[in-house]
């Protein structure tokens, strides 16, 4: 919590989202349907993809982890976003912040190891459907599930561990809606070049890392979707991609706006829009996607709903 008797902050100030008082009525209103969106779609996938027995694949399972993560991601940021609208104090303890840095940005590293690994699923079903069974065993998946997460909080870990090494002596204002480590870095009493750096870099093998692989993954993809003889095999090899490149694209979009940029100052209202999109926009627009566009999950909740009328 900072070096010696130098941290004297011991709480700080969100400024939220906006100032504008006749916001704060609208934005809770907009938000509690976006939380409640997400929570109820998140545990819907993961409820489906357990009972139905067409749902126990490979991609599937990286899909219930992935729901999962985001139904954590969502609550460890919207229920105290709705409590700043609504109130008057915006004040939110060290520790409190220290916790809020670390959890997010451990499931935003988790998240984008888990698309990569969604992204090899869908290379080896492609490309080598032949082999498909063999090389997505479950050991497998496992383990690619594992390292997703230990990936995450490691890297959380480290950021974490750095910004509260940091002294905080005052100002205690972050111009932000939650506690995250670029935005409590300019806050800190000594320079935070090299935790800006450290970011960069490890942003990288996170974020850079993983997006470069699936990106290459994809030419490996749509090459081998071309050299399919029939149309419709064409389409329906890439319909089995589609909704995982939406939710890439989102992710990745707004990810590498605010962690690919070394020695920026994050404060700005873009950043907060940034923000806002990858935290709870998009955890929320992932249940809409995989099952407005997906045909097995849209079977499998006809043949729950037919099982419970007839019961």
Known sequence: MGTGNHT???????????????????LFALLLTFYMTSLIGNILIIWISLVSTRLHTPMYFFLRNLSFLDIW???????NMLRNLLSL??????NACATQMFIPLSLGGTE??????????????????????????????????????????????????????????????????????PSVLELACADASVNKIVIFVCAIF?????????????????SSIIKISTSE????????????????????????????RPGAIYVSNQDKIATLFY????????????????KDVKGAMTDIIRKMSIT
């Open 8 to 26: 004297t902050v011991m709480e700080f100030i969100l400024l939220g989202l906006t100032s504008q008082q006749n916001l704060q009525v609208p």
């Open 73 to 79: 991601y969502t609550s460890s940021i919207i229920p």
């Open 89 to 94: 104090d915006k004040s939110i303890s060290f």
């Open 112 to 181: 984008c190891y888990l698309l990569l690994s969604m992204a090899y699923d869908r290379y080896a079903a492609i490309c080598s459907p032949l082999h498909y069974t063999t090389t997505m065993h479950p050991i497998l998946c496992i383990r690619l599930a594992t390292g997703s997460w230990l990936g995450g909080i490691i890297n959380s870990a480290i950021h974490t561990c750095f910004a509260l090494w940091l002294p905080y002596c005052g100002p205690n204002v972050i111009n932000n809606f939650l506690c995250e480590v």
């Open 206 to 222: 996170v974020v850079m890392g993983p997006f470069v692989l699936i990106i290459v993954t994809y030419c490996y993809i749509i």
């Open 233 to 260: 095999g064409q389409r329906k090899a890439f319909s089995t991609c589609a909704s995982h490149i939406i939710v890439v694209s989102l992710f990745y979009g707004t990810i590498i706006f605010m962690y690919m």
């Open 279 to 294: 935290t709870v926009v998009t955890p929320m627009l992932n249940p809409l996607i995989y099952t407005l566009r997906n």
